[in-house]
């Protein structure tokens, strides 16, 4: 999940927890305030009263013989008094809600039960105030309440997503220098805008370590180059005399054959350091990437090259190319030699009879070039040593130095083409190379 | 024809001067830039090859001195510092040719072969290899009036013997002549035993060519009797 989605969630939730525990909170505050404002009145109510009965006495609400009990209400029944004669065994002075049917009504009232006693009578004085008027200005209160909350949420909680967002632009910011770079040396080193000096630091550090991997790169492709042109040299050398050697006449059949193996030993030395000089002049981005062309028509002179040898070893070199893609800014001869090393090492190890299937296919936005034979086939540890430099397949079986993978992988990196290999011994191999199609 | 060697690597120098020499050409060394520069001015060349990596001059500063004294010598770039710009730079600057080191002599003679073709507008004789005609100019072969249709790589197989005849040419040589060295990493001597295999199936069926030798061990050889 993405920071500023994590951090915009928990602003969320946070302030809605917030929100929720105020409203339980203020609801019973401001009801706890109300009942006591009620009972507050009511006890008022009763003082009243009861100042009235001791001035006029109890008569003219009670007459000692005709009715037991006095009622009063207002009309809209928001308030009662009621008085009447009862005989309790203790005193009653205590605040309640209860229920009272007044004309037929149900209602539901705060209620104030009071006894008192007169000439050896008890009464019960109870004054009584309608809840529903306090539940109705509380449900309002709590309505007002309600949106003025969601209100300020949305306000904070849209002010906290753009400030976040403008917090974390330079995260953005860092992070797609990093999405857009194949190499450390096209890192872009212009200092991401900010404030904020964690993102400084950040942006620094990834900097400086760029610049440093970048240096070690290119300090190892300099040695590389350099070894290489060194070696080079000798080889040179040695290649010349060997060969002019070779052009005696008076050489024995022996020597002749003796010269012809420091040859070829002295060509595997070369096509080494001559393999490691290209990789390292691809990787160093030496070679130009501005041609346009058909990959079919490089597959098809790649057969054409190829198809002698596989028909003396009596393999099959079957095409299905019906789709095919113009490859626009790429390095043809490369992109040639990448397929060629992988469609030669296709045929080089099938054994005989055997077939090798090359195959374009486009399917929706992608292109794909797949060459699949029916040879030894690889185990998982053999396919993971597939494309680097040194660890050699088994023992050497061709000419080849083994490195022609790795070449190839280094050119399809170049190219930005995906390379995969599936395989599974005695079932053979496919490689499969997904061109990225550029408009 | 008159070449000089531009070559800071002594031992190497001698042995291409020796290889030419062989063939018949007149040889001038020179170790470094400022012997060869004077050489230039001084000499009349057909031919200079041209080593960029002198210790003393930029390699490529010669051309332009030859261009400024008329020099009518063809520049071939020999080099194995083998940067993609010094080849086109050479190129660009006039250079006619251009072999990265390591390179096989015959590969030398067949790159010089080429240049003094256009150069001297060389008209090649016929090769005759027993009842088979080469027509190098127009890169047939005839065998008894008829035609012999080849591949490409076959008939540069072919006449790249041809030119060198008499001599053994490795597998290897013969690899780096028709694929160059882009390829490298795939040089497998069965690829040219393949194309000599056909080769000869093809020009067996029309008539005898004894004349085409293996030679065990080491590669192939067009024999030509050198009496005519």
Not at chain 2, 10 to 27: P, Q, T, V, Y
């Given at each position: 999940m993405?920071?500023k989605?994590?951090?915009a969630?928990?602003n969320?939730?946070?302030?809605l927890?917030?929100?929720?525990i105020?409203m339980?909170?203020?609801?019973?505050?401001?009801?706890?305030?109300?009942?006591?404002?009620?009972?507050?009145?009511?006890?008022?109510k009763?003082e009243q009263?009861?100042?009235?009965?001791?001035?006029i006495?109890?008569?003219p609400?009670?007459?000692?013989?005709?009715s037991?009990?006095f009622?009063?209400?207002d009309i809209l029944?928001?308030?009662f008094?009621?008085l009447?004669?009862?005989?309790?065994?203790?005193?009653l002075n205590q605040?309640?809600?209860?229920?009272r049917?007044?004309?037929?009504?149900?209602?539901?009232?705060?209620?104030?039960?009071?006894?008192?006693?007169?000439?050896?009578q008890?009464?019960l004085?109870?004054?009584?105030?309608?809840?529903?008027s306090?539940?109705?200005?509380?449900?309002?209160t709590?309505?007002?309440m309600?949106?003025f909350?969601i209100?300020?949420?949305?306000i904070t909680?849209?002010?906290?997503?753009?400030?976040?967002n403008?917090?974390?632009r330079?995260?953005?910011?860092?992070?797609n220098?990093?999405?857009?770079i194949p190499?450390?040396a096209?890192?872009d080193?212009?200092?991401?805008?900010?404030?904020?000096?964690?993102?400084?630091?950040?942006?620094?550090?990834?900097t400086e370590l760029?610049?440093?991997?970048n240096?070690?790169f290119?300090?190892?492709?300099?040695?590389t180059v350099?070894?290489?042109?060194?070696l080079?040299?000798?080889?040179?050398v040695?290649?010349s005399?060997l060969?002019?050697?070779l052009?005696r006449v008076?050489?024995?059949?022996?020597?002749?054959?003796?010269?012809e193996?420091?040859?070829?030993?002295?060509?595997?030395?070369q096509t080494?350091?001559?393999s490691?000089l290209?990789?390292?002049?691809i990787e160093?981005?030496?070679?130009l990437?501005?041609e346009?062309?058909s990959v079919?028509?490089v597959l098809?002179?790649?057969?054409?090259?190829i198809n002698?040898?596989a028909?003396d070893a009596?393999?099959?070199?079957?095409?299905?190319?019906n789709?095919?893609?113009?490859f626009k800014?790429?390095n043809?001869s490369?992109?040639?030699s990448m397929?060629?090393n992988?469609?030669?090492?296709?045929?080089?190890n099938t054994?005989?009879?055997g077939e090798?299937?090359?195959k374009c296919?486009?399917s929706?936005?992608?292109f794909?070039?797949?060459?699949?034979?029916?040879?030894?086939?690889?185990t998982e540890?053999?396919?993971s040593k597939?494309?680097?430099r040194?660890k050699?397949?088994?023992?050497n079986?061709?000419d080849?130095?083994?490195i022609?993978?790795?070449i190839a992988?280094?050119?399809?990196d170049?190219?930005?083409i995906?390379v995969?290999?599936t395989?599974?011994?005695e079932?053979g191999?496919?490689?499969?190379?997904i061109?990225?199609i550029n408009? | 024809?008159?070449?000089l060697?531009?070559?800071?690597?002594?031992s190497?120098?001698?042995?291409?001067?020796?290889?030419?020499?062989?063939?018949?050409?007149?040889?001038?060394?020179?170790?470094?830039g400022?012997?060869?520069?004077?050489?230039?001015?001084?000499?009349l060349?057909?031919f200079?090859?041209?080593?960029l990596g002198?210790?003393?001059?930029?390699?490529l500063?010669?051309?332009k001195e030859a261009?400024?004294?008329?020099?009518?010598?063809?520049?071939?770039?020999?080099?194995a510092?083998?940067?993609?710009?010094?080849k086109?730079?050479?190129?660009?600057?006039g250079a006619?040719?251009y072999?990265?080191k390591?390179f096989?002599?015959?590969?030398?003679l067949?790159?010089?072969?080429?240049?003094?073709?256009?150069?001297?507008?060389?008209?090649?004789?016929?090769?005759t290899?027993?009842d088979?005609?080469?027509?190098v100019?127009s890169r047939?072969?005839?065998?008894k009036?008829?035609?012999?249709e080849l591949?490409k790589?076959e008939?540069?197989l072919?006449?790249?013997l041809?030119?060198?005849?008499n001599k053994?040419?490795?597998?290897?040589q013969?690899?780096?002549?028709i694929w160059?060295?882009m390829?490298d990493d795939?040089?497998?001597?069965n690829f040219?035993?393949?194309?000599i295999k056909?080769?000869?199936k093809?020009?067996?069926s029309?008539?005898p060519?004894?004349?085409l030798?293996?030679?065990?061990?080491?590669?192939?050889r067009?024999?030509i009797?050198e009496d005519?």
């Amino acid at each position: 999940m993405k920071l500023k989605l994590k951090l915009a969630l928990f602003n969320l939730l946070s302030k809605l927890a917030f929100a929720g525990i105020f409203m339980l909170l203020m609801s019973f505050i401001i009801q706890r305030i109300n009942l006591r404002q009620i009972d507050n009145d009511l006890v008022n109510k009763r003082e009243q009263v009861i100042s009235l009965i001791s001035e006029i006495g109890i008569e003219p609400f009670i007459t000692s013989d005709s009715s037991d009990a006095f009622g009063s209400y207002d009309i809209l029944k928001e308030e009662f008094v009621s008085l009447e004669k009862v005989s309790l065994a203790e005193d009653l002075n205590q605040i309640e809600v209860a229920t009272r049917l007044i004309e037929g009504e149900e209602i539901e009232y705060r209620v104030l039960n009071y006894s008192f006693k007169i000439d050896e009578q008890t009464y019960l004085l109870e004054v009584g105030k309608s809840l529903h008027s306090i539940f109705h200005a509380e449900k309002n209160t709590r309505n007002v309440m309600l949106l003025f909350l969601i209100f300020i949420i949305s306000i904070t909680f849209l002010t906290d997503i753009s400030y976040n967002n403008l917090l974390l632009r330079p995260l953005e910011a860092i992070k797609n220098k990093l999405k857009k770079i194949p190499d450390p040396a096209l890192f872009d080193k212009t200092p991401v805008k900010t404030t904020t000096s964690d993102f400084q630091r950040l942006d620094s550090a990834l900097t400086e370590l760029m610049e440093n991997i970048n240096t070690l790169f290119k300090k190892e492709k300099e040695i590389t180059v350099n070894i290489s042109h060194e070696l080079l040299t000798p080889v040179s050398v040695l290649r010349s005399k060997l060969e002019n050697l070779l052009l005696r006449v008076d050489l024995d059949q022996d020597i002749e054959n003796k010269i012809e193996e420091s040859l070829k030993t002295l060509h595997r030395l070369q096509t080494l350091v001559n393999s490691l000089l290209l990789i390292a002049r691809i990787e160093s981005h030496q070679y130009l990437r501005e041609e346009n062309f058909s990959v079919r028509e490089v597959l098809q002179e790649i057969i054409k090259e190829i198809n002698p040898i596989a028909e003396d070893a009596v393999i099959i070199l079957k095409q299905e190319m019906n789709d095919d893609l113009l490859f626009k800014g790429a390095n043809r001869s490369l992109i040639f030699s990448m397929l060629y090393n992988v469609v030669n090492n296709a045929v080089k190890n099938t054994p005989s009879p055997g077939e090798v299937l090359v195959k374009c296919i486009k399917s929706g936005s992608s292109f794909s070039v797949m060459i699949s034979d029916t040879g030894k086939g690889m185990t998982e540890s053999q396919k993971s040593k597939l494309f680097s430099r040194f660890k050699m397949r088994e023992k050497n079986s061709g000419d080849g130095t083994g490195i022609g993978l790795a070449i190839a992988k280094t050119i399809a990196d170049f190219h930005k083409i995906e390379v995969s290999v599936t395989s599974a011994p005695e079932k053979g191999t496919n490689f499969s190379f997904i061109f990225p199609i550029n408009s | 024809m008159n070449v000089l060697i531009v070559e800071d690597e002594k031992s190497l120098a001698l042995e291409i001067a020796d290889f030419l020499k062989s063939h018949n050409f007149l040889c001038d060394l020179a170790f470094n830039g400022m012997d060869a520069s004077e050489k230039i001015a001084i000499n009349l060349y057909d031919f200079v090859l041209l080593d960029l990596g002198l210790p003393d001059y930029n390699g490529l500063d010669l051309i332009k001195e030859a261009q400024k004294n008329n020099s009518e010598a063809s520049f071939i770039i020999i080099t194995a510092r083998g940067a993609i710009e010094d080849k086109v730079k050479g190129l660009d600057l006039g250079a006619d040719d251009y072999l990265a080191k390591p390179f096989a002599l015959t590969e030398l003679l067949s790159r010089i072969n080429a240049v003094a073709r256009r150069k001297f507008k060389i008209t090649n004789p016929d090769v005759t290899l027993g009842d088979f005609v080469v027509q190098v100019q127009s890169r047939k072969l005839i065998c008894k009036g008829t035609e012999v249709e080849l591949t490409k790589k076959e008939y540069d197989l072919l006449q790249y013997l041809v030119l060198n005849y008499n001599k053994v040419l490795t597998r290897q040589q013969l690899y780096e002549h028709i694929w160059g060295n882009m390829l490298d990493d795939q040089y497998d001597s069965n690829f040219i035993d393949v194309h000599i295999k056909n080769l000869r199936k093809k020009l067996n069926s029309h008539a005898p060519t004894p004349w085409l030798e293996t030679v065990r061990g080491v590669g192939y050889r067009i024999s030509i009797e050198e009496d005519k």
